[in-house]
């Protein structure tokens, strides 16, 4: 098995999806606002976590696989791994499909870190109980932690009102019938398993399928199954989201529904070591970015991949660097990537469409759709604008609702042929494209 701290030498910043590693930035200032490695350059804050390497011998240098599973897109981490793939989908009572998303469908990157956090949104977004999404999110750590990237199949997990099952590559470091009932830590990916701890995603200490176990029998459920098939060298886990005959619901123990729960919190998966468990971002979307010490604004080096900003340089310094600042009071970018005007005016008839959204924090799906229709009915609008007008994160619009709303024919690319675009846009269907 590959070693999630192979350096891959050919490999440098320009295979890492910066919105990515942005996100994953502000997390971690978030979690650690007083860290010294806030104020480091992309590629020293990236050699800090994990995700860049070095070797001391040869004095080569480059992105390690860790790093390309959790900053990359699908297309490069498929060069090293091929049989790499994630899907997550959600069945119906007939059978029939709800949502599903792969890491192959080009509308977003494709990597884990993406994956875990639109995956977490809709645990939250369709399981009521926090207790219970909580250990689901806990399990899906665990599928992308412990999985074999280099075995074949890939990563699902397919959610249901009856069910959950996770499967992915890898088998159990111990025998099956042990694992409910032991507590030990054999991490398979401990570069990967560094860079969801140092977010508080997770903690090494080996319980996380005892509580599971526990927490479902406490519940009342029934009990979760593991099937290992040896051959194909996968292991699938089964939660039962129903109970076992003779039980009744508890008074503060609710069933699956669909009702809508976005209150996530930063939540704190368990990691279970021994067990092997198993649209939205541009590749010219090249941001690096540092933070100042109090935290007020986010310095970003626009390298010449980016959108909007000029080429690359020749000579010694390769890129163009030019910094921007954001905050909640004052939304400005350099000049070489300004907004559209409408933005800057609060009279604007796109201002005024985005103000229910912008008042209310929990506006309901459905109408968070209308209000983003109506705004691309006026005019196409980059990722960017769709997140100011709204006063949410671009993460947060683009997981949340435009890689659906794309995937279900709501809205279209301004660039359809060119997923990657660096003037891409969201539009309405029968809007004219200007080039």
């Given amino acids: 098995m590959i070693q999630d701290n192979l350096i891959l030498e050919h490999y440098g910043l320009n295979e890492l999806n910066f919105e990515t590693i942005k996100s994953y930035r502000d997390k971690f200032a978030a979690v650690k606002p007083d860290h010294p490695w806030n104020v480091l350059e992309t590629k020293e804050f990236l050699y800090k976590i994990g995700a860049w390497g070095k070797a001391r011998d040869t004095h080569k240098e480059g992105v390690t696989l860790a790093g390309l599973l959790m900053f990359s897109e699908e297309r490069m981490i498929?060069?090293?791994?091929?049989?790499?793939?994630?899907?997550?989908?959600?069945?119906?009572?007939?059978?029939?499909?709800?949502?599903?998303?792969?890491?192959?469908?080009?509308?977003?990157?494709?990597?884990?870190?993406?994956?875990?956090?639109?995956?977490?949104?809709?645990?939250?977004?369709?399981?009521?109980?926090?207790?219970?999404?909580?250990?689901?999110?806990?399990?899906?750590?665990?599928?992308?932690?412990?999985?074999?990237?280099?075995?074949?199949?890939?990563?699902?997990?397919?959610?249901?009102?009856?069910?959950c099952v996770f499967s992915n590559p890898g088998l159990f470091r111990i025998p099956v019938d042990k694992v409910f009932i032991t507590k030990m830590s054999n991490l398979r990916n401990p570069h990967l398993f560094k860079l969801f701890r140092l977010l508080n995603l997770c903690e090494r200490s080996g319980s996380g399928l005892t509580a599971l176990h526990d927490k479902w029998k406490s519940y009342g459920y029934e009990l979760p199954t593991i099937d290992q098939d040896v051959y194909l060298k996968r292991t699938t886990l089964s939660l039962p989201m129903s109970f076992l005959e003779g039980q009744k619901e508890s008074g503060n123990q609710t069933t699956s529904t669909l009702s809508f729960n976005n209150n996530m919190g930063n939540k704190t998966g368990d990691v279970e070591s021994t067990g092997e468990f198993v649209e939205k971002s541009s590749s010219y979307n090249k941001i690096v970015n540092s933070f100042n010490k109090d935290n007020s604004h986010l310095l970003e080096e626009f390298k010449g991949e980016n959108i909007g900003v000029s080429p690359v340089n020749t000579g010694d310094n390769p890129y163009n660097k030019e910094e921007w600042s954001y905050n909640k009071n004052n939304y400005s970018y350099n000049k070489k990537d300004v907004l559209i005007s409408d933005l800057e005016d609060e009279n604007s008839v796109l201002w005024n469409l985005a103000e229910i959204a912008r008042r209310k924090k929990r506006l309901s799906p459905a109408k968070m759709e209308e209000v983003i229709v109506s705004l691309c009915a006026q005019q196409p609008l980059r990722l960017k604008d769709l997140a100011h007008l709204l006063d949410r994160t671009p993460d947060g619009v683009r997981n949340n609702y435009l890689s659906k709303m794309l995937r279900k024919g709501k809205l279209q690319l301004k660039y359809p042929e060119q997923p990657n675009h660096p003037k891409q846009a969201y539009l309405i269907e029968g809007y004219r494209r200007e080039e």
């Fill in 78 to 163: 498929t060069e090293i791994l091929p049989q790499y793939f994630l899907e997550y989908r959600e069945s119906d009572a007939q059978g029939g499909w709800n949502e599903r998303f792969t890491s192959q469908d080009g509308t977003w990157s494709g990597n884990l870190y993406d994956f875990y956090f639109y995956v977490t949104e809709q645990v939250y977004k369709h399981q009521p109980n926090g207790e219970i999404a909580s250990s689901l999110v806990e399990v899906v750590t665990n599928m992308l932690l412990h999985a074999d990237y280099n075995g074949e199949g890939g990563l699902t997990f397919e959610y249901n009102q009856q069910s």
